[in-house]
C-alpha cells in the first residue's frame, strides 16, 4: 500500500486543553505518513540520513573549504589567467548576481570544465546567497562568467565586456581532479545587498545602460 499524508487539525476543547495548546498558537497540525495497516513512518534519525547529493562538491562545510584552497593555490601559482568570476542568473531574469570566482589549471581543464565539474556547489552556494532571487530555480539557473577581477569594470558597464555562458555538463567532467579546479565563495558584507549586474540574454550591456 502507498502511504497516505494526512493533516489533522486539533481545536481546544477544554479549559486545560486551551491552556497547553497556547503555547503554541490556536491550533495543532499534525502530519504523518499512515498506511492501510496503521503503521506510522518517521524521519530516519540525523545518523543515518543519506548523504548531501553532488559527491565530492556536495555542498558541505569541507567540500566548500578545500576548494576555496585549491582556489587560492591554483591563483597563486597561475595568476589573473587561471580566474574568471562567476555570475548566476535566473532565466526569467534579467539580473545576474556574482557569487565567487574560479580557478582552474589551464594547461589541463578549460573555463567550461571548470564550471561543470563545480556546478553543484556553485549552483548551491548561489541559491544560498540570493535565496529570494535564485532560490525558486535551484536546478535550471545559468552559470556566466566574466574575466577575473572585472566587477569594477562590469559596475560601470563597459562594452567591452560580454559575459559568457557556461553549460551544465560538459562531457567527462567528472573525471577532472578536484585539485585542478577552484572556487572562492562570495560572501556578502554590504548589509545583505550583494552585488548584481543587469545584461541581456546574449550576456552584453543593454541599450539603455551605455
Known sequence: DYPVRRHIRLQPTTNDELASMSKIGSHVVISCNMSNND????PPPPG???KPAGGDMAYIKDNIQRQMETYSLIKEAGGWDSVNDVYVRDPQQSQF???GKVARCTGTVSLKES???QLNIIEEHATRLRP???GRSLGNLQVWCAPGGSETLMANNDPKFKLERMSRYVEGCENIDSKEVGFNAEVVTNQGVGFSIERTDDGVVPPNLL
Open 115 to 117: 564550471i561543470a565539474r
Open 132 to 134: 529570494i532571487e535564485l
Open 48 to 50: 543515518r540520513r543519506p
Open 97 to 99: 548576481w556574482y557569487v
Open 39 to 42: 503503521d506510522y513512518a518517521s
